[in-house]
């Protein structure tokens, strides 16, 4: 079944730049576009490296969950590309896209600091995202745009709350 995936907010620039930033994450969503693949599978052959950009499409909605059962075992989540093409329309001023990119090609030592500040701001029960705007000094888009590229951090409403893992 073909899915088209139509990006109409230019924050989703983010996830597509970033899904394939590392040769890990390409070939791991290489492989997730072929076939049904666990986590067990996915941390076996890319390590722990693999287990993180998973996290970062499941979080970005990028795959598609099944429970897979093998016999005499629990089920597993397996993972697949949700989508099998990408259409862009996408329309915004030059103040807004310097924003969405910086955040999008961050150097990743920067991304990791504001990632921390914020998610040790968000604690446990999360926080207003216009309070992390205020604290930080920055852009509504800048702030959802580094949401995006996080896979520690996600948006509830106007709330951003720590990713649980399963």
Partial sequence: MNRIKVINDPVELVVLLRATDTDVKREVLQELATDWKTMDDIVAKY??????ALIFF?????????????????????????YTSFHVNISCNIIEITDILAAAVMDEKKFKEIEKKIYDMAGESGIFAGDVEKS???????LRSLIK??????????????????
Wanted: positive net charge.
């Fill in 47 to 52: 390590g722990e490296e693999g287990k993180r």
């Fill in 58 to 82: 499941e979080k970005a909605k990028l795959v598609e969950t099944k429970w897979l059962t093998v016999e005499g075992q629990q089920p597993k989540k397996a993972y697949k590309t949700l």
């Fill in 136 to 142: 930080l000094n920055i852009s509504s888009l800048m």
């Fill in 149 to 166: 590229r996080s896979s520690m951090l996600e948006y509830k409403g106007h709330r951003i709350e720590r990713v649980k893992e399963e």
